[in-house]
């Protein structure tokens, strides 16, 4: 199993490179729930260094695309050196024929959030010779197992971090203040959270960015306690530090790497960071009823 990360700034890079085996990173145009967009001067310089490191580079371009926003992606695909990326992150199965027409559908990993479930619709692109899908974040560890054991390809999952369980293409926060005829200030901020009335205690984090408005877990899902297992399964454990620093990654990827708890770190980040860390739904079914 090996570990990903995404990161906030490129001075970090060879600290971080210590812990992990490659990065995430990804430019507003195309990406989503960036921890920073990424011009093309520091997408080369990145390629560069990791190089140098022996590490891996990902970039995610995981917005859902409109025909116009598709071939921009087309072009900046082509103005890339994507032979040295290791691996092409998109949410789009338009973004993945429009790379398998340039030849690289062997660097597309297909990330649908919600939708690989089941051992079924993870394989579903098998035969076109990916090179992996997410898995889906709300989804027990006797699922997540049993899909691994049938896999036909890499499996990719996040492994830390607040989980994304809202999307909508729509910039919710700028039509609120739109419709008060007040300044949008928000954009593209990383500390705001939503605080529901009858769930005080359970703030939960939201970005708006180019792509629209995502709301988050309130508690940061750790699968520490499960890494012995878990590196029996997965190919690549992402390591998700949006909403936070690289400073918190230093802190938390060595736990990962050595695949050892040190409670009294994660008592410290959990007081700086102001966050709860659960495990997510690895023991939570999530079941849908129908009305009526």
């Not at 210590?18 to 520091?42: A, C, H």
């Not at 898995?135 to 971090?161: C, P, R, S, W």
């Not at 690895?282 to 129908?290: A, E, G, M």
Request: aromatic residues 14%; glycine residues 4%.
């Amino acid at each position: 199993m090996k570990l990903l990360t995404t990161i906030y700034e490129l001075k970090h890079l060879e600290s971080l490179a210590s812990f992990v085996d490659g990065f995430i990173i990804g430019n507003q145009r195309f990406g989503t729930r960036l921890t920073k967009s990424y011009e093309d001067d520091e997408i080369f310089s990145m390629l560069d260094q990791t190089k140098k490191l022996g590490k891996e580079l990902f970039l995610v371009c995981n917005q859902m695309f409109n025909d116009e926003q598709l071939e921009a992606f087309k072009n900046w695909m082509k103005s890339l050196p994507l032979h040295q990326f290791t691996g092409v992150i998109v949410a789009d199965l338009g973004a993945y024929k429009a790379l398998e027409k340039m030849g690289f559908s062997d660097k597309v990993i297909y990330n649908p959030e919600t939708l690989a479930a089941n051992v079924y619709d993870f394989n579903f692109l098998s035969e076109f010779k990916i090179k992996g899908v997410y898995v889906a974040k709300e989804i027990t560890l006797e699922d997540l197992t049993y899909i691994a054991n049938h896999k036909n390809y890499q499996m990719f999952m996040v492994g830390h971090g607040h989980l994304n369980m809202f999307y909508s293409k729509r910039q919710l926060i700028d039509n609120f203040m739109n419709f008060n005829l007040e300044e949008n200030i928000y954009h593209e901020r990383q500390d705001l959270k939503i605080i529901e009335e009858n769930r005080l205690n359970e703030p939960f984090p939201i970005l708006e960015d180019k792509a629209g408005t995502h709301v988050f877990r309130s508690n940061v899902f750790s699968s520490l306690n499960h890494l012995e297992k878990l590196e029996k399964l997965m190919d690549y454990l992402v390591i998700d530090t949006l909403f936070k620093d690289d400073d918190y990654a230093l802190s938390v990827l060595p736990m990962y790497k050595n695949k050892k708890i040190n409670q009294s770190v994660i008592d410290q980040i959990q007081l700086k960071y102001d966050e709860k860390w659960d495990e997510g739904f690895f023991y939570k079914k999530t079941v849908y009823i129908p009305k009526g």
